[in-house]
């Protein structure tokens, strides 16, 4: 990369973005130091203003930031780092520092949950019923919430078919970790066939 740390006075803004949920986390500035400090760690380095120094977030908390990819933009004079955030990434405790109504991704947020219930079954979870019972339970599930949302669509209240919808988007997340299929792979798809 050919960052023009120059161009802020020896600055550059950097756009913190949960790898997972796609969330932006936060934003903060990084001088070359602190730049090549995050790459070396692979943990963010910002360069503070407030206090003059490298800061590491996560050093007094603990809720580091650990990076899964460095992006510049097409001028070289801001950063986009995805990362693994170890806790809330705001200091008032808050998983961003953005004071969004809610959180835009949950959806990537609740495959992340699938996932860890999976990975560290939880006793008395429904996802690890529902596993229990086999692909072909899942798959029947899928079918039901989908008949119950057309339903919903075509004979019940507005609040109905949102339940029906979001029963189906569930156990449709549920399915596609049991087959092994994620989102991101969804997503590509979808784009590919958009042309």
């Known amino acids: 990369m050919k960052i023009d740390f120059n161009k802020g006075n020896g600055l550059v803004p950097v756009i913190i973005q949960d790898n997972k949920t796609l969330e932006v986390l936060m934003l903060g500035y990084m001088n070359e130091e602190a730049y090549q400090k995050t790459l070396s760690e692979n943990r963010v380095t910002f360069f503070s203003r407030t206090k003059n120094r490298l800061w590491t977030k996560g050093e007094e908390s603990g809720n580091f930031l650990t990076v899964t990819s460095i992006s510049e933009d097409c001028d070289h004079d801001t950063l986009l780092i995805k990362v693994e955030?170890?806790?809330?990434?705001?200091?008032?405790?808050?998983?961003?520092?953005?004071?969004?109504?809610?959180?835009?991704?949950?959806?990537?947020?609740?495959?992340?949950?699938?996932?860890?219930?999976?990975?560290?079954?939880?006793?008395?979870?429904?996802?690890?019923?529902?596993?229990?019972?086999?692909?072909n339970k899942i798959a029947q599930k899928v079918g039901e919430e989908g008949v119950e949302t057309v339903i919903a669509a075509l004979n019940e209240t507005e609040g109905d078919f949102?339940?029906?919808?979001?029963?189906?988007?569930?156990?449709?997340?549920?399915?596609?970790?049991?087959?092994?299929?994620?989102?991101?792979?969804?997503?590509?798809?979808?784009?590919?066939?958009?042309?």
Request: hydrophobic share 35%; net charge neutral; aromatic share 8%.
């Open 85 to 135: 955030a170890a806790g809330p990434t705001c200091h008032t405790g808050s998983r961003s520092c953005f004071n969004t109504e809610y959180n835009q991704n949950f959806i990537f947020e609740l495959e992340n949950i699938i996932a860890d219930r999976y990975e560290n079954p939880v006793e008395n979870s429904y996802i690890n019923k529902l596993r229990g019972k086999g692909l």
């Open 162 to 195: 949102i339940n029906e919808s979001s029963d189906l988007v569930f156990h449709l997340l549920v399915l596609m970790k049991e087959k092994g299929i994620s989102l991101e792979t969804i997503a590509k798809n979808l784009a590919g066939r958009h042309r």
